[in-house]
């Protein structure tokens, strides 16, 4: 399934065209596949780094996804960089009871040329979500250029400053695998 994000009215103009992201559900394991296109080059991007655990990854450029059950309040919240580190939070309520759960690392593929960027990840969310729920998403994308600035994008915006926690931006379902 593929969904495209749209800019926030509210922030900056961004040196990106368009993103653009492909999802597929297998049992509890979500798979991500970013593309985002345009001036790549006027990003700020993080360096390489090792594909380890690391807070705060939104405040610079970052892939996200927010994933939550039909049935309840729970969500994670998935941060991608494209420096391969990563982060993941589980959540009781809308921005309310945060823990970073044990959970074996995503795989995280990602590449950039002056165009595009591409970000490709696959994550088990085994023991956060039931498995046998639609689950609802929000995704989304912070993107800073080299000058600081932050345009945000996702499937859906409410009202009021940027904030994908809230439900409203969880406009995607995916249904679990039919056995």
Known sequence: MHASLVHHPHTQVSPIAAIVVEVAREGSRLALGYR???????LLLADPAAPNRKDELWQHTCLEAFVGSVA???????????STQWALYGFTGYRHGMAAP???????????????????????LAGLLPE??????????????????????ALA?????????HRDCFTLQLPPAMR
């Open 36 to 42: 985002v296109t345009g001036g790549i080059a006027d």
């Open 132 to 153: 046998q729920e639609i689950w609802q998403l929000g995704l989304a994308a912070v993107i800073e250029d080299r000058s600081g600035a932050k345009s945000y994008w």
């Open 72 to 82: 309840g309040d729970c969500y994670v919240e998935i941060n991608l960089s494209p």
């Open 102 to 124: 044990d959970v074996d690392p995503p795989m995280i593929h990602a590449e950039a040329d002056a165009d595009r960027l591409l970000l490709d990840a696959s994550i088990d």
């Open 157 to 165: 915006h409410r009202a009021g400053p940027p904030d994908f926690h």
